[in-house]
C-alpha cells in the first residue's frame, strides 16, 4: 500500500476524496516510476477521455504533467463505481479519440504512443482517501490492489494490449483474489444444524483449504 499526500497549490486534478470514488479501476503509469502513484503527485492537470476502435467504447481520465505530457491513466473497468466515475469526470474537460481502424490502427497507435512518452505499467488499484494529515492539514490518497471480475480481467487485459503492455500475471491474480475471497465468504456461511438429527454434518464445504 502506497499513499501521497495532496496539497491544495492550484493543481486542476481530482482530489483523494474524488479517486476513492471511482471503486476498481486500471491504472497506467510509466514503467519504471518509483511508485503507483507518483504520476498522480507530479500532474498538474486532468481531462476526461472517451475513445472508439476496433474493440469498441472505452473511457478514461488522464492526468498531464507541467510539460503536458501524460503522465497517468486511470481506466473504467466493469468493476468500477459507475456512479462515481460520471461524477467526476463530468467535472473535467473532455475530449474524444475515435479510431475506426482495426489490429493495423492499434498497432500504430501503440508504437506512437511508446515514441512519445516511454513504456506503460499497469495496475488494478482501489483508492482510498485519508486525511487530512496531522500538522499538514492534507489529505493523503492511498492505494490498495483491487479485484476484478472475469469480465473486469479481460476488459483490463484489452486496454493494457492496446498501450503496448505485454500480458501481466498481476492481471489473472485479480481473479484469483476475488475467488479466494469468494472461497471465505463460503466458510463463512454455517447452516444451523439440529443436534442429534440424522442430516449429515454441511457446516463445512468440502474441498476448501482454511
Not at 497517468?72 to 479519440?97: A, I, K, V, Y
Not at 476484478?148 to 483474489?177: F, K, N, Q, T, Y
Amino acid at each position: 500500500m502506497a499513499g501521497i499526500p495532496h496539497a491544495s497549490n492550484g493543481r486542476l486534478v481530482p482530489t483523494p476524496s474524488q479517486l476513492a470514488a471511482l471503486g476498481t479501476v486500471l491504472c497506467l503509469h510509466r514503467a519504471g516510476a518509483a511508485r503507483e502513484l507518483g504520476g498522480w503527485s507530479s500532474a498538474s492537470r486532468a481531462e476526461a477521455h472517451a475513445g472508439l476502435d476496433g474493440d469498441g467504447m472505452h473511457e478514461s481520465l488522464r492526468f498531464f504533467d507541467a510539460a503536458d505530457a501524460c503522465c497517468w491513466q486511470l481506466h473504467l473497468l466493469p468493476d468500477s463505481d459507475f456512479l462515481g466515475w460520471e461524477r467526476l469526470s463530468t467535472q473535467l474537460p473532455r475530449c474524444s479519440d475515435v479510431a475506426p481502424g482495426g489490429l493495423s490502427e492499434r498497432l500504430w497507435r501503440s508504437v506512437a504512443q511508446r515514441l512519445r512518452g516511454g513504456a506503460w505499467s499497469a495496475s488494478v488499484l482501489r483508492f482510498q482517501c485519508i486525511g487530512p494529515v496531522a500538522e499538514a492539514g492534507d489529505a493523503m490518497l492511498v492505494a490498495s490492489l483491487g479485484t476484478l471480475s472475469p469480465l473486469g480481467v479481460e476488459s483490463a487485459r484489452r486496454i493494457a494490449r492496446g498501450h503496448g503492455i505485454p500480458a501481466s500475471p498481476a492481471l489473472d491474480d485479480c481473479c484469483c483474489r476475488r475467488a479466494a475471497a469468494a472461497a471465505r465468504t463460503t466458510r463463512s456461511i454455517r447452516p444451523r444444524t439440529t443436534r442429534g438429527s440424522d442430516c449429515p454434518d454441511v457446516s463445512e464445504p468440502r474441498g476448501l483449504n482454511r
